[in-house]
């Protein structure tokens, strides 16, 4: 997409995103989260609130109070928050620049001058992605006598928006593009919670992904397609899209990859089907009802390409002194029974990795040394050896096995192609040693605790397969302190709760309780997942498919989060734990 195309589509989402950000207002709610249910699509509990015009004889300090009041509720022009402003500062105020988010109150610095004495959070980026920002911010406003009454002369560039409010008014949502093996990849944007989400999420589509995830992604949707009319209606569970002619030049297989995008982004608000339309007249999709050109979210090839697998079992495996075992759970009472094959005898089995489709197991054995693998046949066999301090491995949703370990005095990363043992290139990780590593549902990031220095860090990155190499590109640090409310710097593992948000082990300080945090991925939401039966818990295992998390403790225990929000024992003499994947 160009570089004009695509400044304006983001200029007409940021345009409709605070169009629907004003008169939803809601009760935030306390309480445990819920690991199996994800954001409600709907604006719960909306209250329409107009904002209030300055009145004759206002005084400064009303006047600066009115028009952050009056940024936070939206109108076409914001003519009432304009109201505040003199003359001049009216006419060259851009509201459209932006959204900070801050926390912070204003104190008065003369009769005419008032400091919003703050720390911004973060801001919501050019392409709807939060970037969390902790930072002072101490903008003044200045107001001045004008036909008799005071306005500000200085407003400051785009919107303010209070911690709270964006917290009650914003959800996040996933946009998918497809990556280079034709998985959809989630890109993570923030919406209010109002009915023209569907149409926000349609402009976030076609203005590209956000920031680095472009490098391993692209779109089915051709450079400069837009919206016939700058909204898709949904009625009934189905959304009809109409897009330009530019969509017409797509093969059958595009034709597909197109559908799957916007079915998967727009099924997130209640959406079962898609219509696409060119010119009023259906659009052809392979598949679709010849009539009305409805496809549904649930068509196999769509679920097929899905950033979460289909067909993944919620099967837990767990390495063992005796072992590989996989604990069932038979008419209510769990079960530790050996895997078929030779790895259900492998002695000292320290870490363990399932396939997808549970078909081949590998485990961590030898204190450490070595990694073995076996198949469907049952036979185990030695894929990576003479190594020290091998992590527990995972198997990629694109068949790869990974393993992480030390060789030759450095700490390097691998990945298994079939006999195949491929060196994964990561010259930007070399500031510090990973500690534990989780791959995406797609495959195309990835999730690591890292000891840089005397601190452990949560770093994300891409994983850019290109060319027979494979690349981790774009690290970054994932800074829970611009939270401003929980931090966590003790981390000790990292899962992913499915294909956008994480699950980590760890604690706020040295001595402070560990827990289990659920967490978006740019660290603006932290909750803390049910309360652990002691601070011992040392190892995570996640199923994003089916939102199923266990953890293993220093002790050996094994724990699962069960459906009422609880951590149960299921199982001792554990030295880890794997779902599928």
């Known amino acids: 997409m160009n570089t004009t195309s695509r400044g304006r589509i983001a200029a007409g989402l940021l345009v ?24 409600e ?3 719960r509990g909306c209250l329409n609130v107009d904002p209030a015009a300055p009145q004759p004889g206002d005084d400064p300090k009303t006047i600066v109070d009115g028009f952050l009041q009056a940024m936070a509720a939206y109108e076409p022009t914001y003519a009432t928050a304009r109201k505040y ?40 980026g050019p392409n709807r992605d939060f970037l969390v920002r902790d930072q002072r911010f101490q903008p003044t406003f200045r107001v001045e006598k004008q036909g008799g009454e005071w306005r500000i002369n200085n407003p400051v560039t785009g919107l303010l928006v209070p911690k709270w409010t964006f917290d009650t008014f914003y959800d996040s949502f996933n946009v998918y593009f497809v990556g280079r093996d034709g998985t959809l990849v989630p890109d993570v944007i923030y919406l209010p919670e109002r009915a023209s989400i569907a149409s926000a999420l349609m402009l976030a589509l076609l203005a590209g992904p956000s920031g680095s995830l472009g490098t391993v992604v692209g779109s089915a949707l051709p450079a400069g397609t837009t919206l016939d009319v700058q909204s898709a209606s949904v009625e009934g569970g189905v959304a009809e899209v109409q897009l330009s002619d530019a969509i017409n030049q797509l093969t059958d297989q595009q034709r ?12 997130q608000y209640q959406v079962q ?96 040394t070595v990694l073995r693998r076996q198949g469907e046949d049952g036979r185990a066999s030695t894929v990576i050896e003479g190594v020290t301090d091998l992590l527990r491995p995972q198997y990629s949703r694109q068949g790869e096995l990974w393993a992480i370990g030390d060789k030759g005095g450095q700490q390097l990363i691998w990945a298994v192609q079939g006999e195949k043992v491929v060196e994964v290139q990561a010259p930007r990780l070399r500031d510090g040693r990973i500690v534990s590593f989780k791959l995406s549902p797609d495959g195309s990031r990835i999730a690591m605790v890292r000891e840089v220095g005397s601190t452990r860090q949560l770093t994300l990155a891409l994983v850019n397969r290109v060319d027979g190499r494979i690349v981790i590109d774009e690290p970054s640090r994932v800074d829970t302190a611009g939270n401003q409310g929980t ?20 604690a706020a300080a040295q001595l402070a309780p560990v827990g289990v945090y659920l967490m978006s991925q740019d660290a603006s939401q932290i909750s803390v997942l049910g309360e652990l039966p002691d601070d011992e818990a040392a190892e995570l295992a996640t199923s994003p498919t089916h939102n199923q998390v266990a953890i293993v403790t220093k002790k050996g225990e094994a724990y699962w989060l069960d459906p009422a929000r609880r951590w149960t024992r299921i199982s001792a003499g554990v030295d880890s734990l794997a779902y599928p994947g």
């Not at 597909?256 to 099924?267: D, F, K, P, S, W």
């Not at 090839?301 to 067909?311: C, F, S």
């Not at 363990?352 to 054995?365: E, F, G, K, N, P």
């Not at 931090?487 to 760890?506: A, K, P």
């Open 256 to 267: 597909i990859l197109m559908a799957a995008q916007i079915a998967e982004t727009l099924r």
């Open 16 to 39: 409709l995103l605070l169009a629907v950000l004003a008169g939803c207002a809601e009760v935030p709610t306390s309480g445990p989260v819920d690991p199996v249910e994800g954001a």
């Open 487 to 506: 931090t966590i710097t003790q981390f000790r593992d990292v899962g992913w709760q499915d294909d956008s948000r994480l699950l980590v082990i760890g």
């Open 273 to 368: 089907s898609i219509q696409l339309r060119v010119n009023g007249e259906v659009f052809r999709i392979p598949g679709a009802d010849p009539q009305t050109g409805a496809i549904s979210v649930n068509d196999e090839r769509i679920r097929a390409i899905a950033a979460l697998p289909p067909g993944v079992s919620d099967q837990l495996y767990a390495a063992t002194d005796d072992g590989a075992r996989m604990i069932t759970d038979r008419a209510g009472k769990r079960e530790t029974t050996p895997v078929s094959g030779d790895l259900g005898k492998q002695d000292d089995s320290e870490r363990i990795a399932v396939s997808l489709d549970d078909r081949d197991i590998a485990v961590v054995t030898e204190n450490r």
């Open 85 to 124: 402003l003199t003359k001049e500062a009216a006419e060259r105020w851009d509201p459209d620049k932006g959204v900070t988010v801050y926390i912070g109150q204003m104190t008065a610095t003369s009769p005419t001058s008032f400091l919003l004495d703050a720390r911004t959070v973060g801001v919501l």
């Open 41 to 43: 699509p709907s604006c």
